[in-house]
T-cell receptor, first 116, second 112 residues
Framework: AQKVTQAQTEISVVEKEDVTLDCVYETRDTTYYLFWYKQPPSGELVFLIRRNSFDEQNEISGRYSWNFQKSTSSFNFTITASQVVDSAVYFCALSAANFGNEKLTFGTGTRLTIIP | DTGVSQDPRHKITKRGQNVTFRCDPISEHNRLYWYRQTLGQGPEFLTYFQNEAQLEKSRLLSDRFSAERPKGSFSTLEIQRTEQGDSAMYLC??????????FGPGTRLTVL
């Protein structure tokens, strides 16, 4: 069975601070995908990133960066120089990488509040 | 805009009534997913289609729930004899081969 744990329920930081959202996962699959989604107050889930389990390179996209460590089953997300528009609930998710078994298993989310 | 669309956006119904939701995926996506999200929780998988074939259905899904994707394009999710516990946001997502699932705005169901 797959499981995603986001231990941080809520985080508040002052604007321009850096913030890291933690994600730990469990799976028996040898190949899998990891995801991050953003859910702003409007409610629609916004896709941020997908990583393959065989690719442990960290990724940077603008102010966003992701640190994937297979040894600790973690896929953490860092926002640099946070902005008020980053305020949202962030979900980490996991899926198998084989055909027909690609449903997403989500964590419970981390509510991030950026204080102006 | 050619993203995933869902209709209606909000539905209020009385307990015991049937409701049906529609999802239109991104046009080139052959995979379509339904999820349910309750307050303070992450989305929970309900069912999944590859073209018109329903490949998986969650064991948590009651027999009152049924989904179709008759021509491999849009999908419908029907809930029969609704209960108050069915109140939730129902989310649809679609993906192509890369399994990057893009979500629609959701249908918020309230059962009175």
């Amino acid at each position: 069975a797959q499981k995603v744990t986001q231990a941080q329920t809520e985080i508040s930081v002052v604007e321009k601070e850096d913030v890291t959202l933690d994600c730990v996962y469990e799976t028996r699959d040898t190949t899998y995908y990891l995801f991050w989604y953003k859910q702003p107050p409007s409610g629609e889930l916004v896709f941020l990133i997908r990583r393959n389990s065989f690719d442990e390179q960290n990724e940077i996209s603008g102010r966003y960066s992701w640190n994937f460590q297979k040894s600790t089953s973690s896929f953490n997300f860092t926002i640099t120089a946070s902005q008020v528009v980053d305020s949202a609930v962030y979900f980490c998710a996991l899926s198998a990488a084989n055909f027909g078994n690609e449903k997403l298993t989500f964590g419970t989310g981390t509510r991030l509040t950026i204080i102006p | 805009d050619t993203g995933v669309s869902q209709d209606p956006r909000h539905k209020i119904t009385k307990r015991g009534q049937n409701v049906t939701f529609r999802c239109d995926p991104i046009s080139e996506h052959n995979r379509l997913y339904w999820y349910r999200q309750t307050l303070g929780q992450g989305p929970e998988f309900l069912t999944y289609f590859q073209n018109e074939a329903q490949l998986e259905k969650s064991r948590l899904l009651s027999d009152r729930f049924s989904a179709e994707r008759p021509k491999g394009s849009f999908s419908t999710l029907e809930i029969q004899r609704t209960e108050q516990g069915d109140s939730a946001m129902y989310l649809c997502a679609s993906s192509g081969l890369a399994n990057e699932q893009f979500f629609g705005p959701g249908t918020r169901l309230t059962v009175l």
